[in-house]
């Protein structure tokens, strides 16, 4: 039997394909005969909808594009899995992709999906597009109203709704958290020392450390890359000066510390406390299990797909930016020293 289409209907009832459409979507803008009639007979006659043809329609794919810098880094997993709960819930799809911390690979990934494949665009920015401040494509669809949120790296040079974490205030209470169980040299170890979410961490360890009337240390600071030699830096700092706490700004970095620390001989925590940032698998697993900060991903993912679904059905209401608080799992790589 062939199946009946939207133009069918419409030549059944010589109306125009649109007034089909509002009809099977029980729109309030065609009068309640009409309406039921349609319904009716699209009822009868097996009507099922092409949802593809009625997105063109609509100008709507019911699609979500979404770009993280890091699939490795847990968090944006996280992040991932509350904006495709939310997205689902609301009848939407995503795309998801990786920037690879990449300017470039951003930048096309932007092109592609600003093509009218998706409804609207979540994102979080590369470590380079922050560092070289290029964020002209994303003005561009700001200001093309393409509904667009930012999370957790954002710019203040975008117009749009966006979902922070306290960066600043969770780089200063770990910190605090580390001197009020008597550690007296704290290091700082980041992967992700350009980026917007590390310097701010960063400024909340120097104020905690002012606070406590501590000298602020650079050697106690430590940046690096994928490229460089994480085992070596880790000689190198463990050696200038008996350090009694490491706060490592992701999950993978943290169990490679506690990995090295292990592997030197110290004990954890009787000789160093470790605390690292994201509540993943991998920190409860290893041993000792690890005291983590965690920045409740999934709820920053949700948030960010209700705002944009809010700005897609609403694009005149105003932005808005929701800050997300940290919290700190204590376990059991961290000890309050005699």
Known sequence: ????????????????????????????????DLKQRIQEYAKEQ??????LALNLLNRSTKTIGVIVPNILNYFFVQVLYGIEKVANENGYNIISCISNE??????????FLDSGTVDGLIISLAEETQVKERVEGLQEIAENQIPLVLFDRVSDLIACDKVIVDDFEAGYKTTKYFFNIGCKNVAFVSPIGKSSVGKLRHEGYKK????????????????????DD????????????????????DEITA?????IVKSRGYNVPNDV?????????????????LTMVSQHGKFIGEKAAELLIKRIQHPDRPFETKMVKTSLLVRDSTKKLQ
């Not at 169990?255 to 990995?259: C, S």
């Not at 470790?274 to 299990?289: D, K």
């Open 255 to 259: 169990v490679k510390i506690l990995h």
């Open 273 to 289: 406390s470790i605390v690292g940032f994201t509540n993943g698998q991998l920190s409860q697993y290893v041993t000792p299990s």
């Open 102 to 111: 990449s300017y470039e690979k951003e930048s096309k990934t932007l092109e």
């Open 230 to 249: 994480l085992d070596l830096i880790m000689s190198f700092l463990l050696n200038y000066k008996p350090i009694d706490g490491i706060l490592g700004l």
């Open 46 to 51: 097996h009507y099922k909808p092409n949802k």
């Open 208 to 227: 905690a450390l002012e606070e406590a009337g501590r000298p602020y240390d650079e050697k106690l600071v430590v940046n690096f890359t994928a490229k």
């Open 1 to 32: 039997m062939k199946k009946i289409t939207l133009k069918d209907i419409a030549k059944y009832f010589d109306v125009s394909i649109s007034t089909v459409s509002k009809a099977v979507n029980d729109s309030h803008e065609i009068s309640k």
